[in-house]
């Protein structure tokens, strides 16, 4: 079996990573149409409400002296880099910039993974690294994204603790990803939903008043997205390194670019294809050097 794994994705597989971008990439025009009646912070909350319901069958307790670190990685991933990612989505102009913008979590946990954890990257990462960020800065001078910088700033700042999640997820232990997306659930919706009450006073009318579309976008954003979307990643990751998986994932991004041109007429300049590029380019070519080092080390046993 290890042997296998190391073919990298053909056949099924890569009809699975398609289906899995697909969703991802749908959730950004989804959610984009939900925000329009719905502020942020409770889409966010409404979604882990249903998120948490789903998947209360499915909950396994975390080891002993584990509790810290979940109810941790919980608030980096469910509440703080959930509830920026939509805000930045409910003020940007496009969908291209926050789609694009929220990869760079992958160049900023190679760096925090290094700082926390000790762990080395070849030079070549760290080029790839700067390739990354400074394709952020010439995606952030682009007409559409200096219409509204604060949309770009606040999804750097949830790429960064999406970033601090994931590297924190490393030393969580006997969870499965259906019961790290519960508890995320489960402890980030009462933050949001207590934020969204203080912060948003329209939030009791606007739920009031929602269409299908909001409501829509809602089961979307929790059963498409992370049930149907998270599920099939963790069923290939357990046939394949994540290293193989995560460079095919770099086209939800690129998809959801497009979605936004055809169905929103979303109107990308120059400046924000060639800044994405970049910032797609260099977290491609980190992945490729991980796939590289996945390669040479020693396979796993079989046992």
Same mark, same amino acid.
């Given at each position: /079996?290890?042997?296998?794994?190391?073919?990298?994705?053909?056949?099924?597989?890569?009809?699975?990573?398609?289906?899995?971008?697909?969703?991802?990439?749908?959730?950004?025009?989804?959610?984009?149409?939900?925000?329009?009646?719905?502020?942020?912070?409770?889409?966010?909350?409404?979604?882990?409400?249903?998120?948490?319901?789903?998947?209360?069958?499915?909950?396994?307790?975390?080891?002993?002296?584990?509790?810290?670190?979940?109810?941790?990685?919980?608030?980096?991933?469910?509440?703080?880099?959930?509830?920026?990612?939509?805000?930045?989505?409910?003020?940007?102009?496009?969908?291209?910039?926050?789609?694009?913008? /929220?990869?760079?979590?992958?160049?900023? *946990?190679?760096?925090?993974? +290094?700082?926390?954890?000790?762990?080395?990257?070849?030079?070549?990462?760290?080029?790839?690294?700067?390739?990354?960020?400074?394709?952020?800065?010439?995606?952030?001078?682009?007409? *559409?994204?200096?219409?509204?910088?604060?949309?770009?700033?606040? /999804?750097?700042?949830?790429?960064?603790?999406?970033?601090?999640?994931?590297?924190? /997820?490393?030393?969580?232990?006997?969870?499965?990803?259906?019961?790290?997306?519960? +508890?995320?659930?489960?402890?980030?919706?009462?933050?949001?939903?207590?934020?969204?009450?203080?912060?948003?006073?329209?939030?009791?009318?606007?739920?009031?008043?929602?269409?299908?579309?909001?409501?829509?976008?809602?089961?979307?954003?929790?059963?498409?997205?992370?049930?149907?979307?998270?599920?099939?990643?963790?069923?290939?990751?357990?046939?394949?390194?994540?290293?193989?998986?995560?460079?095919?994932?770099?086209?939800?991004?690129?998809?959801?670019?497009?979605?936004?041109?055809?169905?929103?007429?979303?109107?990308?300049?120059?400046?924000?294809?060639?800044?994405?590029?970049?910032?797609?380019?260099?977290?491609?070519?980190?992945?490729?050097?991980?796939?590289?080092?996945?390669?040479?080390?020693?396979?796993?046993?079989?046992?």
């Amino acid at each position: /079996m290890a042997e296998s794994r190391q073919h990298g994705l053909v056949g099924r597989d890569l009809a699975l990573v398609a289906l899995v971008c697909l969703a991802w990439a749908g959730n950004f025009i989804t959610s984009k149409l939900a925000l329009r009646e719905f502020p942020p912070l409770l889409f966010t909350g409404l979604r882990l409400v249903l998120l948490g319901a789903l998947m209360l069958p499915f909950l396994k307790k975390p080891a002993p002296g584990q509790w810290p670190r979940l109810a941790t990685v919980c608030i980096c991933n469910g509440v703080l880099h959930f509830g920026l990612s939509f805000w930045a989505l409910s003020l940007s102009k496009t969908i291209a910039s926050p789609a694009i913008v /929220m990869q760079s979590y992958v160049p900023m *946990a190679a760096l925090l993974a +290094w700082w926390w954890l000790g762990e080395r990257f070849h030079w070549r990462t760290g080029a790839a690294i700067a390739l990354s960020f400074t394709g952020v800065l010439v995606l952030g001078f682009d007409p *559409a994204v200096t219409h509204s910088p604060e949309a770009l700033l606040l /999804m750097l700042v949830s790429a960064f603790f999406l970033a601090v999640g994931t590297v924190l /997820m490393r030393g969580l232990k006997g969870l499965d990803l259906y019961s790290q997306q519960g +508890w995320t659930a489960l402890i980030g919706m009462l933050p949001l939903l207590t934020a969204s009450a203080l912060i948003e006073p329209a939030a009791p009318a606007s739920i009031a008043h929602a269409t299908w579309v909001a409501w829509a976008g809602v089961a979307y954003a929790a059963v498409i997205a992370s049930l149907v979307g998270h599920g099939i990643y963790y069923l290939l990751l357990q046939r394949h390194p994540v290293a193989q998986v995560t460079p095919y994932l770099l086209s939800a991004p690129v998809l959801a670019t497009m979605l936004g041109i055809y169905f929103l007429h979303d109107q990308v300049g120059p400046r924000l294809w060639f800044g994405g590029a970049m910032v797609l380019g260099g977290v491609f070519a980190i992945a490729v050097r991980n796939l590289a080092v996945v390669r040479v080390a020693p396979p796993a046993s079989d046992i």
